[in-house]
């Protein structure tokens, strides 16, 4: 089992929302992120031919900034990699027949502000905080804003993890718009070039 292997096995689970691929997340990048109105939950997946170098690296990452996180692992993973991970995270094990619940993903307790609002633009929570009428962020760098939302009692974790998911929601949204704006161009060309005469 491969990455496009669990890839295609997880993708029909995602109900609800939208999913992303290779979400930057700290300074790792998730698998998927599964995003609804009401949560994250990210994925990270582990086939045969890859190892678990990267695991106490990127669970810190996922840990800050979604409200489940579960490793999708082939057996051969499974007796190292459960001394990784705390009780919460969740794991599927995946077989050619499909993927098994190991473990299911508990509530998060340790999300952060800064690493919530890090999976969006800087743009994009500058616009938040000045709605919140938070003056003078506009002139502040992202280290800044991460910095400010790490202390600050100004502002509530439920209500930026809010604007995070729809905007990451709306996000994905655009792209797929724009998708199908490209195809549909690509299929109108296509038909032009089909009616030239030819010479």
């Not at 993708?11 to 300074?27: I, N, Q, R, S």
């Not at 499909?98 to 999300?111: F, I, K, Q, S």
């Not at 962020?137 to 998911?165: K, Y």
């Amino acid at each position: 089992m491969n990455d496009p292997d669990i890839r295609a096995l997880l993708y029909p689970l995602l109900l609800g929302g939208v999913y992303v691929d290779e979400l930057p997340t700290g300074t790792t990048r998730a698998d998927v992120v599964h995003i609804t109105e009401q949560f994250m939950h990210g994925y990270e997946l582990k086939g045969d031919q890859d190892t678990l170098q990267r695991v106490t690296r990127q669970l810190p990452c996922y840990g800050r900034a979604y409200d489940f996180v579960t490793f999708v692992v082939t057996e051969k993973h499974l007796p190292k990699l459960l001394p990784l991970l705390p009780e919460w995270v969740g794991v599927l094990v995946a077989s050619e027949t499909g993927l098994t619940l190991h473990r299911p993903a508990l509530y998060n307790a340790t999300v952060e502000r800064p690493a919530v609002a890090g999976l969006l633009r800087v743009e994009e929570i500058k616009q938040y905080l000045l709605a919140r009428g938070l003056p003078g962020v506009s002139t502040l760098r992202r280290r800044d804003i991460l910095s400010f939302l790490r202390t600050t009692r100004l502002v509530s974790l439920a209500d930026l993890a809010h604007f995070v998911r729809r905007q990451l929601m709306g996000r994905m949204e655009e792209r797929l718009l724009m998708r199908a704006e490209r195809k549909a161009e690509r299929e109108r060309l296509a038909r032009v070039r089909r009616k030239r005469p030819k010479r």
